[in-house]
């Protein structure tokens, strides 16, 4: 394999996901920098990640989804997940569910506290809005003009409609924004959508900027490793096209691959846990324990109520005159159910009068199947999902190998804790309490998944691990702070290491309290500002 060594650059950003698309849109707005930009995947030129239904051909799809596995789960009843991460221009908001969600102000202030100045709601609040363009226009909490759009869902459902007047006789108010700080309630989720199509990082922050010529996009370009000065690191070394090349970066090399890729490129790289790299004959740069630890996620709990009496996806889909009704719809008002994101009603709640705030989020589809990839059901019903939005259960990310082409080993240790099993067990009892109200009656609900099991902790909790599934959240691997497990500094600069930061979902300390897309292009916002500032 031949090598080129002739790219000189000033910054290099390693993934064109969420994060590393607005990362380069910055980073290139002064024409003295001279930035690249390297991802691992293709152009995001494939139909179906446009059109919002698509997400059901793009996740699972080697063309779009890095296609990994965990690793046999103990709480989850010794399964294993498929677990999809976006391998295309713009990364998972190519892949995702579309979902625009901040979490609650209290995540962020908890990240201020444990050490970390300028990460306040307060702080973060104004980068936010600085990025959006909300629906309704700016106000107090949104933002208008920016590039990240954010719009109403274009359709509502029956069924859906009666689940949140059910959820308000169980108690959970109506709501008509979940971003301001505090999301409990219910509503439609707002969408990162622009008039029914897809709106990711890609359109978002790299298409309206490609023409920049100190701005370098390389797809097709899998980083193997970091290159070294001693323990600075000079630049970023990746196969192209059959060939091995070489970058520099003269000033900064920003990791941007999310809670997987950066942790097992950190690893490959010789930056990691010792303990982890000898053994695989890798050359330690920096005996650094935390990465690839704190991996945390969103469980979801998909709760199956069989109806009769409303129209459910179910039934439009599973005939091709309701396909070609739905396609039609679709082609001449960009509306309808190929329109929408796999979830629409959200409703956020305290899964037991015992906590201090929302801290289960759920996803409410008129849909239902066994498992994602499989056929919908040929029966009306509805899925209530539901998610613990603050787990305690810690998983990691580990190299198997220093081909970064390896997949590396994934455990996220679901309900793995006691707080976590009591949340999975509340969480049933309180969904059982919301469809038993009387405005979902009428519908007959019968549950079919997990069934009427028992109703202690144990025979919950048991429930929870064989109907449990990613949400597909994953953060936490390079964990900002300063205790002995963290990676990087409040900068985000890797510790001990010079010119390289990390800046994507992994830096999260705690999970945010919501879908994770929004807030780690947050988080690329703000690392823009601190690199730049110098």
Aim: charged fraction near 20%.
């Amino acid at each position: 394999m031949t090598t080129s060594s002739a790219m000189d650059f000033d910054y290099i950003v390693v993934g064109a996901g969420t994060a590393g698309c607005l990362l380069a849109n910055r980073l290139s707005a002064n024409p003295a920098n001279r930035v690249l930009l390297l991802e691992a995947g293709g152009e995001d030129n494939y139909h179906w990640i446009h059109i919002p239904v698509g997400y059901l051909y793009c996740i699972g799809n080697p063309r779009t989804d890095w296609c990994y596995k965990t690793k046999a789960d103990p709480g989850l009843n010794g399964r294993e997940l498929g677990y999809p991460r976006g391998r295309v221009l713009g990364g998972c908001s190519s892949i995702n569910g579309m979902i625009y969600m901040r979490g609650q102000s209290a995540d962020y202030d908890s990240w201020m506290a444990e050490g970390n100045p300028g990460w306040g709601w307060n702080d973060v609040l104004p980068l936010f809005k600085g990025m959006e363009d909300h629906h309704a226009g700016a106000n107090e909490f949104h933002g208008a003009g920016g590039e990240w759009r954010v719009e109403r869902a274009r359709l509502s459902w029956e069924i859906l409609d009666s689940f949140r007047d059910a959820a308000e006789q169980a108690g959970i108010a109506p709501v008509n924004d979940f971003n301001k700080g505090d999301n409990e309630g219910s509503d439609y989720f707002e969408v990162n959508q622009r008039s029914g199509w897809r709106w990711n990082a890609s359109k978002a922050f790299l298409r309206p900027i490609k023409h920049r010529r100190n701005l370098t996009v390389m797809t097709g370009a899998r980083t193997t490793h970091l290159e070294f000065s001693g323990r600075r690191v000079t630049g970023v070394a990746f196969i192209k096209d059959g060939h091995k090349h070489i970058a520099t970066a003269h000033k900064e090399v920003v990791m941007a691959c999310g809670a997987i890729g950066s942790a097992q490129i950190l690893q490959a790289s010789g930056i990691g846990a010792a303990s982890l790299l000898n053994p695989l004959g890798i050359p330690v740069v920096h005996d650094l324990p935390g990465v690839g630890q704190n991996l945390q996620d969103h469980l979801q709990l998909r709760m199956v109520y069989r109806i009769e009496g409303a129209k459910t996806l179910n039934m439009m889909a599973n005939s091709l005159w309701g396909k070609a009704m739905i396609g039609l719809q679709y082609a001449l008002t960009r509306s309808g159910p190929m329109s929408m994101a796999p979830s629409q009603l959200g409703v956020f709640a305290k899964s037991s009068p015992a906590q201090s705030r929302a801290n289960v989020e759920y996803h409410v589809q008129p849909l239902s199947l066994e498992k994602f990839g499989e056929p919908l059901h040929d029966f009306p019903a509805f899925t209530a999902s539901v998610c613990n939005l603050r787990p305690t259960s810690r998983g990691h990310v580990r190299i198997t190998s220093p081909d970064t082409n390896q997949a590396p080993e994934i455990l996220c240790n679901y309900l793995s804790t006691a707080e976590d099993r009591q949340v999975a067990a509340d969480s049933i009892r309180l969904t059982r309490r919301i469809v038993g109200q009387s405005a979902l009656a009428k519908y007959k609900p019968h549950e079919i998944k997990p069934g009427m099991v028992g109703d202690t902790d144990e025979a919950l909790a048991n429930a929870a691990g064989n109907i449990g599934t990613t949400i597909f959240h994953p953060v936490g691997t390079c964990k900002m702070g300063h205790d002995d497990m963290s990676v990087v500094d409040s900068s985000l600069r890797v510790h001990g290491i010079e010119g390289l930061r990390v800046a994507d979902a992994s830096i999260m300390p705690t999970i945010t309290s919501g879908n994770t897309n929004s807030p780690t292009l947050m988080i690329a916002e703000k690392a823009a500002q601190m690199i730049l500032a110098g």
